[in-house]
């Protein structure tokens, strides 16, 4: 335990000494080489792994590629390499359907069923999903409990088969909705899945073909790619999600779900090639001022209350944005609508704790102090925990968690984070000691107990489990998840009834 502390204590000083405290303003001219410390600054303490572009006005002040693009040493990233958007991808799908607007081809106040007629769940509009306030329930607790639950999310053996698959999925279960349309913004994927097949129902074109020639094309987005794994790989210089293993002995890939099939979330593009699209977004070459204000306005709930979201885009003041995390990628893309400014960050090693790179960034283009991030304490709770046993890590964690100024835990998440890449680097018992103690720090979380009874359920034990989602149960009745896995767990408990 002593070396861990000792080993902490130095990192601390060295932090210190680098410029972890609070750093001056710089002159306004000299924001591209404070950045350029700044990022290179973050690479060096593991902090940051990607690209970023800078421009103002529409021109490019600053941009740099730093790090690796895979595992494999020496391969690393360049301008032109291709990140996955995750949830960022959701802007373009809306802007098909905007462009079918446009041609009088659909209405945004249809109802979901004009296009989709199967479709189990009746009243929500085209505007409900582009503002996702549909109520419909979550893809990825329905496929979790009904699509081979017994397999990983990583097993290729796992794979659904695109959005048909997702649609039938939901016509044989017919999981109970979140709301009524209208009532409220939820953010769960299936709103912006479903119009991927209302672009392909009226277009008569398959969503990745439409977006090439009508979007990527026109903006002169060459790089970019919608892409799924039922296809033939497009991308000639794609980044590969990745992040370090536990034990701190390398990185490893975290690149594949088995979700990837059911298209809307997979668009692979590089940061040139998005400040292309911000610049066509400031011209008529893929849809009119009128509609991309419509696009830039609140959502309306039945109550008259407006969400902070358009279409898919978080909405500021004189400013919109996007943001997206999957499978090791992070994406942040920013536009000051009034000044023409724009900054995209792109990372293929999604550290939780992230967020302090953005406000760096932000800070320092606007001429102001700015603070580099608070280290990731997770990671070493993690290897103490493999190296010296659990009660060195609680020690350790107790004592991290008593200097926050230095280290950041990530609260629930972090613990939940790192219980689930241990369980991923095959170390189970350590895991579960990682959500137990999350159940222990934070008792009144249902998330927690959620947790907590996956990670019994994962190692089959059953009756830990079923105690761990009755947990689950009495903090929050209506859990989806602990509801799901407990009618799942009971089911197949019942024995066969005799003749």
């Known amino acids: 335990m002593r070396s861990v502390l000792t080993l902490i204590t130095v990192i601390s000083l060295v932090a210190v000494a ?22 290179k600054e973050l690479a060096a303490r593991s902090q940051f792994n990607g690209n970023i572009l800078v421009a103002e006005r529409g021109e490019i002040i600053y941009e740099r590629a730093i790090g690796l693009r895979s595992p494999l040493p020496g391969d690393t990233l360049n301008l032109g390499t291709q990140f996955r958007l995750a949830s960022a991808s959701q802007p373009f799908t809306a802007l098909a359907v905007m462009q079918l607007e446009e041609a009088g081809l659909l209405d945004y106040e249809d109802p979901v069923e004009k296009y989709i007629p199967e479709w189990p769940y009746k009243g929500a509009t085209i505007r409900n999903l582009l503002n996702e306030t549909s109520g419909f329930p979550g893809v990825r607790a329905l496929f979790d409990r009904h699509w081979k639950p017994d397999l990983q999310d990583n097993d290729p053996g796992r794979i659904a088969g695109g959005n048909k698959h997702m649609i039938q999925m939901f016509i044989e279960h017919v999981p109970e909705p979140y709301s009524d349309p209208g009532e409220a913004y939820r953010h769960i994927g299936t709103d912006y899945k479903l119009l991927v097949s209302v672009v392909e129902r009226v277009s008569g074109v398959p969503y990745h073909q439409y977006l090439r020639e009508k979007v990527f094309l026109r903006a002169g987005m060459m790089d970019t790619y919608a892409i799924s794994p039922l296809r033939e790989d497009p991308l000639t210089n794609r980044a590969y999600g990745m992040r370090e ?65 358009g279409f898919a885009w978080s909405l500021g003041d004189g400013s919109v944005s996007v943001d997206g995390y999957a499978v090791g990628f992070g994406v942040w893309l920013y536009r000051d609508l009034e000044e023409q400014n724009t900054i995209i960050i792109l990372t293929n090693r999604n550290l939780y704790l992230w967020a302090g790179v953005i406000q760096g960034v932000r ?9 580099l991030p608070k280290f990731d304490g997770m990671l070493f709770v993690g290897r103490t925990l493999l190296g010296e046993g659990e009660k060195a890590a609680r020690d350790l964690y107790v004592d991290l968690k008593n200097r926050p100024g230095e280290y950041d835990l990530g609260g629930l998440t972090g613990l939940q984070a790192l219980g689930y890449f241990l369980l991923q680097d095959g170390h189970p018992s350590e895991a579960l000691f990682v959500f137990r103690l999350n159940s222990e720090q934070y008792p009144g979380a249902v998330l927690v107990w959620n947790m907590l009874g996956d990670a019994y359920h994962s190692l089959g034990d059953t009756n830990n489990a079923v105690a761990s989602y009755h947990k689950a149960l009495t903090i929050e009745p209506s859990s989806a998840h602990a509801l799901d896995i407990l009618q799942l767990l009971e089911s197949r408990s019942i024995p066969p009834k005799g003749d």
């Open 18 to 39: 680098c410029g972890a405290n609070r750093q001056p303003a710089s002159p306004w001219d000299a924001r591209p080489e404070v950045l350029d410390a700044f990022v």
């Open 245 to 309: 293993l536990v034990d701190g002995s390398g990185l490893t890939k975290r690149d594949f779900n088995y979700l990837d099939s059911i298209e809307g979330h997979a668009i692979y593009s590089t940061v040139r090639d998005l400040h292309r699209w911000d610049r066509a977004l400031y011209t008529d070459r893929l849809v009119s001022e009128a509609s991309l204000e419509e696009a830039f306005a609140p959502g309306v709930l039945n109550n008259g209350k407006k969400t902070t979201i």
């Open 363 to 371: 800070r320092i283009l606007r001429g102001e102090d700015y603070e």
